[in-house]
């Protein structure tokens, strides 16, 4: 009697640790579930910010020296054109809740490069649909009247700049496009001295150029910027760095000096 007595309770034992093991499998299961959910609704919302609001981007190249450099975090706002349905434009066509809007003329675009699409540029508009362009050296002339220029001394943003263009000779203007004033640099014997016809920008079209002249590839070598493929304008930066990792021509620098710059400075055009 005793020894089925203590059968029974090593029988109930083992069965209470089984059920117990099957609970356990199965509120592990459910927390897995509702964490992948969890995981999965954060993503969505994340990249739907990113999407619609403000999106991140990293300065690779130097073609908007000086006002942007190697390794600057650029934050773009991708809502001044017109909001955008989510995730509309990764399957084509940006699809927009309000607008659009038109791009003014000194604007900083973020754009995907009309010959691959799957890369992000960044340029200042120069040219607005229906507008009259022509080119002569330097000189751009916009509807007849030229993008104005004055001659300035070196600006603070060379020491910041990477070797590679540290070591150049340039020559430093500030510019007036549209109304918004800005710096541009060129190289002394620099291939900015081209000319060209008189020519119209297209409808929905835009005509794109960098503000390092002599050392940016922009409409003036592969045409026109398509409404559709503007992303949205730069706004500020958030962060400038270059990383070994990222940049390999280059060393790591920390630039806490240009955190926080505002990228466009608006004049009265009136005064």
Not at 188 to 203: D, T
Request: avoid cysteine; hydrophobic fraction near 35%.
């Amino acid at each position: 009697m005793e020894e089925q007595n203590s059968q029974e309770t090593f029988l109930s034992r083992v069965f209470r640790k089984k059920k117990s093991s099957n609970t356990h499998k199965k509120y592990s299961k459910e927390w897995f579930k509702k964490e992948l959910i969890s995981f999965a609704v954060i993503g969505f919302v994340v990249f739907a910010f990113r999407s619609t609001f403000f999106e991140p981007f990293r300065i690779p190249t130097g073609s908007m020296i000086p006002t942007l450099l190697i390794g600057d975090f650029v934050l773009v706002n991708k809502f001044i054109y017109g909001f955008k349905v989510p995730y509309s434009d990764m399957f084509g066509n940006p699809i927009y809740i309000t607008g659009p809007y038109e791009p003014k003329r000194g604007d900083i675009i973020v754009f995907k490069y009309p010959q691959n699409p799957s890369l992000n540029y960044i340029k200042r508009l120069i040219g607005v649909p229906g507008d009259e362009i022509e080119i002569d050296g330097r000189q751009i002339f916009v509807n007849g009247e030229l993008i104005e220029m004055r001659k300035i001394g070196e600006i603070p943003e060379r020491k910041d700049m990477v070797e590679k263009f540290k070591r150049r000779d340039f020559e430093y203007f500030l510019a007036r496009t549209g109304n918004k004033e800005h710096n541009i640099i060129f190289e002394p014997n620099g291939s900015s001295r081209l000319y060209s016809e008189k020519f119209r920008v297209p409808p929905g079209k835009y005509f794109v150029m960098g503000d390092n002249r002599d050392n940016s590839a922009d409409s003036r070598s592969w045409g026109f910027v398509p409404f559709e493929n503007i992303k949205g304008r730069a706004l500020l930066l958030w962060m400038s760095m270059t990383i070994p990792g990222l940049d390999p021509e280059h060393e790591f620098v920390f630039r806490p000096g240009r955190i926080g710059t505002i990228l466009h400075k608006e004049i009265d055009l009136k005064k």
